[in-house]
């Protein structure tokens, strides 16, 4: 946010756009912590689903990775996009608008979260990864909900996926065991 | 009954009521006229037996004085004189005595009691002559027989008894004259009683007569004006044209068969009257729809009138237009010639343009060519910022897969969460530096692309150009050849022209004897016109009539 009497910073190769991030980010680091704010802080990767956004525990996740080649599996659910070969496992490659009711976005995503979990190992297709952020997470509510909203630190809502409840749904059919 | 029987009977009843009256006044004016012979007659009679006696009476008082007298000279009486005497005596008696039978007759067939009275007086009467001539007679004889015996003295002294007896005949005459003379009068009497009585009878049968003739031809008159005048009311009514009814039948007479024929009549006339009504109707629309027609064709006569107008103008126009195309076309022919001389000077001018264009043209190919070595320099560059973007959005990757394993790291992965977080700071700054380079190029590239395309334009258009050139080039010419045909045709216009002049001459007398006969059809239809409102005037008044009769 432009103030006045703020220096116009600009760089070889960069926009405003990004010369504005970094300098907000040094901002942040460089800034004491807010004294009054002592709640705990749970760090979650931003994701985006066609124009939702969305935000998963970084705790919840083993990797984040470009999509490789996808292997369809005839008869499988409608949220089992296919398998992929990753790291010398078979990951099931999963389509979340399904168990998180949104239509299906226009273009498929490039990106994919490879989540912790032993079997089967799933892995969730996004449009694209945003960042890492820090959020006040008061937890899940233990209601059905599959999503809760979080405040981040600058200020922006986000829809924390609740990572059990979807593995949950996900796997309500038999899968591959990989 | 037929009506001529009942008038010829009632007639005939007249007729015979007349002639019955006319039958019994001839039947009592012959009684009259009988009886009143008869009276006349008879006393007629007795007054010549009455003077028959007086002169039988006289003639033998004359013979008796004859004798005396001759016997008073001869001193005795001839007896020529006394049988004359005598028979003059038996003269009188004879007389005396028929008097009497008459009287006695006559009282016998009198034919009134008053008549019968006077005969019996007569009677009576003559029996009283009778008894003086019974004196007289002999006292006569006896002074005969004197004188015949010569005693004169004795004769004349018996004279005195004889005048006696002769006055008293004389005055039973005068009786019996006075007897007959009432006799007459009630003769006369009875005469006119006869006649006061038959007078009577008659103007009483003439009455009855009357009466009858009154209710006889009252009856007829009745029976015949009766229905005459149902018919007359009946014909009436027809002539005001009420043709609905029909008269009653009185018979089979000749009336009745008047109001059957009647009857017919009305019939027949409800029939006509119906015809009538429903030809009047038909032709009263017959004559509109000729009316509307005429009025149409007077429309369509206007409108033809009004076309030959226009028609007319249109020609003058043209006449005015050609007139118009030869002046124009001379007014060209000559701008032709003056064309001839510019199109050689353009011509040289196109040919220095189309040099102009060629050189043009080599030098846009070329700046083309500079433009594409470019393209392909930035299609290069497009590809190297590819894989820089691809190591950066890796580097992003990277860095995310660090900060995730510094956080499964907890406390431990601090210090390697900071170095993930420079990493994905450097992998940002990356990408947004190939983001600000893929702008760039996109511009460089787009700013290639529209110089390229405007040096592909500027060479179609160097080539339209020269195209053009060539096609001036040839359009000049070809104008100057056209040119020069156009300068032949037109002067083959203008003597098109001037025929066609003539053939518009001709058609402007052609409309004017078109309008000539238009204007007279105008004049014919609008009579048409006036005839057929006319016909529907008069088929509106035949209606009009027409309704008068209610059938």
């Known amino acids: 946010m432009s103030m006045p009497g703020d220096l116009r910073v600009a760089a070889p190769f960069l926009d405003a756009e ?35 956004a969305y935000a998963t525990p970084l705790a919840d996740l083993f ?21 992929i070969a990753w790291r010398g496992a078979v990951l099931n490659l999963f389509d979340p608008a399904v168990a998180l009711r949104l239509a299906a976005p226009e273009e498929p995503g490039r990106a994919m979260l490879v989540l912790r979990h032993a079997a089967p190992r799933i892995a969730l297709q996004v449009s694209a990864i945003t960042a890492a952020a820090a959020v006040v997470d008061r937890g899940a509510t233990g209601g059905d909900t599959l999503t809760r909203f979080v405040e981040a630190d600058d200020g922006q809502r986000l829809a924390v996926v609740d990572t059990a409840l979807l593995i949950q749904r996900l796997l309500a059919r038999p899968l591959q065991e990989g | 009954m037929s ?35 008869r009276i006349v007659q008879r006393d007629y009679a007795a007054i010549l037996e009455v003077d028959e006696i007086a002169r039988a009476e006289a003639r033998m008082r004359e013979a008796r004085l004859m004798a005396v007298m001759h016997a008073m000279r001869s001193g005795r ?24 039978a008459t009287a006695e ?109 009154v209710v006889v031809a009252f009856t007829i008159r009745r029976s015949i004006t009766g229905p005459l005048n149902d018919f007359m009311s009946f014909a009436g009514r027809i002539g005001e044209g009420d043709l609905s009814g029909e008269t009653r039948i009185t018979g089979a007479d ?65 006449t005015h237009s050609g007139a118009q195309i030869t002046l124009r076309a001379q007014e060209v022919i000559a701008a032709a010639q003056a064309t001839a001389q510019t199109s050689d000077t353009g011509r040289t001018a196109v040919h220095d343009t189309a040099r102009a264009m060629d050189a043009i043209r080599e030098q846009a190919e070329a700046v083309a060519g500079n433009i594409v070595a470019l393209s392909e320099k930035t299609q290069t560059i497009g590809d190297i910022i590819a894989t820089v973007n691809d190591v950066s959005e890796r580097s992003h990757l990277l860095a995310l897969n660090a900060s995730i394993e510094a956080a499964a790291a907890g406390e431990q992965g601090r210090s390697f969460a900071i170095v993930a977080a420079e990493m994905k700071t450097l992998a940002d700054q990356a990408k947004s530096a190939t983001r600000n380079v893929r702008s760039i190029l996109g511009d460089i590239q787009r700013g290639i692309n529209a110089s390229v395309m405007l040096t592909e334009e500027a060479v179609k258009r160097v080539a339209s150009g020269k195209e053009r050139t060539d096609a001036s080039q040839s359009a000049i010419n070809e104008l100057a050849t056209r040119v020069q045909e156009n300068v032949h045709t037109f002067q083959q216009i203008v003597a098109s022209t001037n025929q066609q002049q003539i053939g518009i001459e001709q058609v402007t007398i052609a409309l004017q004897n078109i309008r000539q006969a238009s204007q007279q059809t105008a004049a014919s239809t609008r009579q048409l016109d006036q005839a057929a409102g006319d016909l529907t005037q008069l088929s509106r008044t035949l209606v009009g009539l027409t309704e008068r009769y209610r059938v």
């Open chain 1, 18 to 52: 990004a010369v504005a991030a970094v300098l907000a980010e040094r901002q942040r680091a460089l800034a004491p912590p807010e004294a009054a704010d002592q709640r705990a802080r749970t760090r979650v990767l931003t994701w985006t689903l066609g124009d939702e």
């Open chain 1, 63 to 83: 990797e984040v990775a470009a999509i490789p080649r996808v292997t369809a599996v005839p008869g499988a659910p409608a949220a089992l996009v296919g398998l």
């Open chain 2, 3 to 37: 009506v001529s029987t009942r008038i010829v009977a009632g007639f005939g009843i007249i007729t015979a009521i007349l002639v019955a009256l006319g039958l019994y006044s001839l039947q009592q004016v012959g009684v009259v006229r009988s009886n009143v012979d």
């Open chain 2, 77 to 100: 009486g001839a007896p020529s004189d006394i049988a004359d005497w005598q028979a003059r005596a038996n003269g009188t008696a004879a007389a005396l005595a028929k008097l009497t």
């Open chain 2, 105 to 213: 007759k006559n009282r016998e067939t009198a034919i009134n009691q008053g008549r019968i009275e006077q005969w019996r007086q007569l009677s009576e009467g003559a029996q009283a002559v009778q008894a003086s001539f019974d004196r007289l007679r002999p006292a006569s004889a006896r002074q005969l027989e004197m004188l015949e015996s010569g005693n004169i003295d004795g004769a004349v002294e018996a004279g005195e008894e004889i005048d006696r007896h002769h006055a008293a005949l004389a005055q039973s005459l005068a009786q019996v004259r006075t007897i007959v003379s009432n006799t007459i009068e009630v003769g006369r009497r009875a005469t006119q009683d006869v006649y006061e009585s038959t007078r009577t009878s008659i103007l009483i049968g003439l009455l009855i007569a009357i009466a009858i003739s």
């Open chain 2, 254 to 318: 000749e009336l009745g068969q008047l109001g059957v024929t009647l009857n017919t009549m009305v019939v027949g006339l409800r029939e006509i009257a119906r015809q009538s009504r429903a030809a009047t109707e038909d032709l009263n629309a017959a004559a509109t729809e000729i009316r509307a027609s005429t009025q149409e064709q007077a429309a369509s006569v206007e409108e033809q009138l009004a076309a030959v107008q226009e028609t007319a103008a249109t020609v003058d126009e043209i």
